[in-house]
């Protein structure tokens, strides 16, 4: 029952509607007996500093965040966690004492789904990671951590692949002779792209767009060395980019398991509490079969 002492958590994004988060988030307060509530704002690029300022006034106790507004909600807070604040990247907000934390549970969520991907490691793979945003940024950190032997970044702007290419030589996550940069063509593949997907044992979509409907890379040619796909993106179920990949016989991962990941992650952050993993677990494998 929501009245006057309901506590309230949500997402802003631009899309949002789409968002698997509420029934997840919704289900835990449940189970946990929160008197909580998760609601999707729609929050369009303009309106994002309004948006923020708006999370003190109303008293709203915290938010997820998601495209477009990983990094461009940074200026906005009043303090970040470390890895939000190495990555420039935040996925998680809480309030205190009319101040704004931010957080980046992505990594917890991109390691968790790593741990699902049985019996397979990054451990010494070669993998090649398609975006350089918010997403990438948090993927990237948590390669490292997973002990990745080399990561080629694809880009469609390369300024912004340089970028986190460079953040993580000179934090020292990983060492110049471990990452590459490439530019993405839609529509094309160059022999450089063409030679890292060959060559790679893991291929990570970070981007909007499904990158076998756009032409990102060779779908024709099998890449012998391929031991899994994974898609960030969680729905639709159906991708043409993890159907690609199960036709070449390897692994097909979308990014379910890593919204679990941060989703039980950012509970945790708005409650204080340790979240329902099985309960929230459960309300992503039904909203999925919907």
Excluded at 26 to 55: D, Q, T
Excluded at 134 to 160: P, Q
Excluded at 244 to 259: F, I, P, T
Aim: neutral net charge; proline residues 4%; hydrophobic residues 45%.
């Amino acid at each position: 029952m929501v009245d006057s002492r309901t506590r309230i958590t949500g997402i802003f994004g631009d899309p949002v509607a789409h968002s698997f988060s509420p029934v997840m988030q919704n289900a835990a307060f449940k189970a946990k007996g929160l008197n909580y509530l998760y609601l999707p704002f729609h929050v369009r690029r303009e309106h994002l500093a309004e948006a923020v300022r708006a999370i003190i006034s109303l008293e709203i106790t915290g938010i997820n965040v998601t495209a477009p507004h990983k990094e461009e909600i940074v200026p906005f807070l009043d303090e970040l966690s470390p890895e939000a604040e190495l990555l420039g990247a935040v996925n998680t907000v809480i309030a205190k004492n009319d101040r704004l934390k931010g957080f980046n549970t992505d990594i917890d969520g991109f390691l968790y789904l790593l741990q699902n991907i049985n019996p397979l490691s990054v451990q010494g793979e070669r993998v090649c990671l398609l975006g350089a945003g918010g997403a990438a940024r948090a993927v990237s950190l948590a390669l490292a951590r997973a002990k990745v032997g080399h990561l080629t970044i694809l880009n469609r702007t390369l300024e912004k692949g340089k970028a986190l290419r460079d953040l993580l030589c000179i934090s020292g996550l990983l060492s110049v002779n471990q990452t590459s940069l490439l530019k993405l063509e839609e529509k094309t593949c160059q022999e450089a792209c063409r030679e890292a997907f060959l060559n790679c044992a893991f291929i990570i979509n970070s981007l909007s767009v499904d990158p076998v409907e756009r032409g990102l890379f060779p779908v024709d040619e099998r890449i012998k060395c391929l031991k899994a796909a994974i898609d960030l993106r969680y729905s639709p179920s159906a991708l043409p980019f993890l159907n690609w990949a199960s036709s070449q016989g390897s692994a097909a991962v979308n990014g379910l398991d890593m919204l679990l990941g941060q989703g039980t992650a950012a509970f945790e952050i708005f409650t204080g509490q340790k979240a329902p993993f099985q309960v929230m677990k459960e309300a992503l494998r039904n909203k999925i079969l919907e």
